[in-house]
Nanobody, 119 residues
Framework: QVQLVESGGGLVQAGGSLRLSCAASGRTFSSYAMGWFRQAPGKEREFVAGITWSDSSTYYADSVKGRFTISRDNAKNTVYLQMNSLKPEDTAVYYC????????????WGQGTQVTVSS
């Protein structure tokens, strides 16, 4: 079991930056793949970025590639999402999720943090 708590959301102007953090409980954080998802009003939740547990390979949605960077600090049980060159269409609730090796599925979710980008 792992519990996830996101922070770092807020209001920013277009072109600005934010860094989201996701703190995880538990002693096996390094064995989880981690991901960031987002859900805008009236839309389905979508994948934003992911990072593996092993070699920390990273994956991004085409819409954020080159602007967002996911990283993890296993010593701090924390995963980050650095968001640069933000656009109004990035406005959404951002969720952190964890995928254990036993299922390879994002079984654990945080409560979400709001990101609003003004034009």
């Amino acid at each position: 079991q792992v519990q996830l708590v996101e922070s770092g959301g807020g209001l920013v102007q277009a072109g600005g930056s934010l860094r989201l953090s996701c703190a995880a409980s538990g002693r096996t954080f390094s064995s989880y793949a981690m991901g960031w998802f987002r859900q805008a009003p009236g839309k389905e939740r979508e994948f934003v970025a992911g990072i593996t547990w092993s070699d920390s390979s990273t994956y991004y949605a085409d819409s954020v590639k080159g602007r967002f960077t996911i990283s993890r600090d296993n010593a701090k049980n924390t995963v980050y999402l650095q968001m640069n060159s933000l656009k109004p269409e990035d406005t959404a609730v951002y969720y952190c999720a964890a995928a254990p090796r036993s299922t390879f599925a994002y079984d654990y979710w945080g409560q979400g943090t709001q990101v609003t980008v003004s034009s």
